[in-house]
Antibody, heavy 119, light 112 residues
Framework: EVQLVESGGGLIQPGGSLRLSCAAS????????MSWVRQAPGKGLEWVSV???????YYADSVKGRFTISRDNSKNTLYLQMNSLRAKDTALYYC?????????????WGQGTLVTVSS | DIVMTQTPLSLSVTPGQPASISCKSS???????????LYWYLQKSGQPPQLLIY???NRFSGVPDRFSGSGSGTDFTLKIGRVEAEDVGIYYC?????????FGGGTKVEIK
């Protein structure tokens, strides 16, 4: 059974940093396309970032230069380092696995971790 | 970026009746490998999205056969053969042809 469990969210002041984690079981983070997708309160879904099996990484323009996606294969964990946080980054952040290698669209999603950027 | 447009915004359906949601993309989602990268998700209240349909018409594992997807190029449709109470939520179409991944605005399905 695939399980993705996000953690690391919380209340942070504008300009601050947070690192989100996504512990995976039943799936290898190194063998799949792994994404972060966020959802602002009461809003739709916004893709944030993906890391491919060849270690290449891609970002939405809204977070480029501020967020960094990475993984630790030994811990089977995905990360999202978020710097220079803004109020508009307030959202529930989901970790997700691609449908299959070569496809970014998610199949399995975690329950999400809430990030609130506010003074 | 590819823009995904869903209609209608909301839908109120009598249980047992069919329902249909349309999704249009601003450019063709057909890849030169022959695959079309269009996906459908359902997000129930307080839950993460769940994949229903991948690559236009393939039901994901465990998805009931009352859900079906069709379309090509830029025009796609999700049909629910006979709506059940558990089908309420917000439906999203998503394109994965190119980054950034983009989502439709969502269609809220309610039961009458």
């Amino acid at each position: 059974e695939v399980q993705l469990v996000e953690s690391g969210g919380g209340l942070i002041q504008p300009g601050g940093s947070l690192r989100l984690s996504c512990a995976a079981s039943g799936v290898s983070v190194s063998s799949n396309y792994m994404s972060w997708v966020r959802q602002a309160p009461g809003k739709g879904l916004e893709w944030v970032s993906v890391i491919y099996t060849d270690d290449s990484t891609y970002y939405a323009d809204s977070v480029k230069g501020r967020f960094t996606i990475s993984r630790d294969n030994s811990k089977n964990t995905l990360y999202l380092q978020m710097n220079s946080l803004r109020a508009k980054d307030t959202a529930l952040y989901y970790c997700a696995r691609g449908v299959h290698v070569g496809v970014t669209a998610p199949s399995y999603w975690g329950q999400g971790t809430l990030v609130t950027v506010s003074s | 970026d590819i823009v995904m447009t869903q209609t209608p915004l909301s839908l109120s359906v009598t249980p047992g009746q069919p329902a249909s949601i349309s999704c249009k993309s601003s450019q063709s989602l057909l890849h030169n490998n022959g695959n079309t990268y269009l996906y459908w998700y359902l997000q129930k209240s307080g839950q993460p999205p769940q994949l229903l349909i991948y690559e236009v018409s393939n039901r994901f594992s465990g998805v009931p056969d009352r859900f079906s997807g069709s379309g090509s190029g830029t025009d796609f449709t999700l049909k629910i053969g006979r709506v059940e109470a558990e089908d309420v939520g917000i439906y999203y179409c998503v394109q994965s042809l190119q980054l950034p991944l983009t989502f439709g605005g969502g269609t809220k399905v309610e039961i009458k």
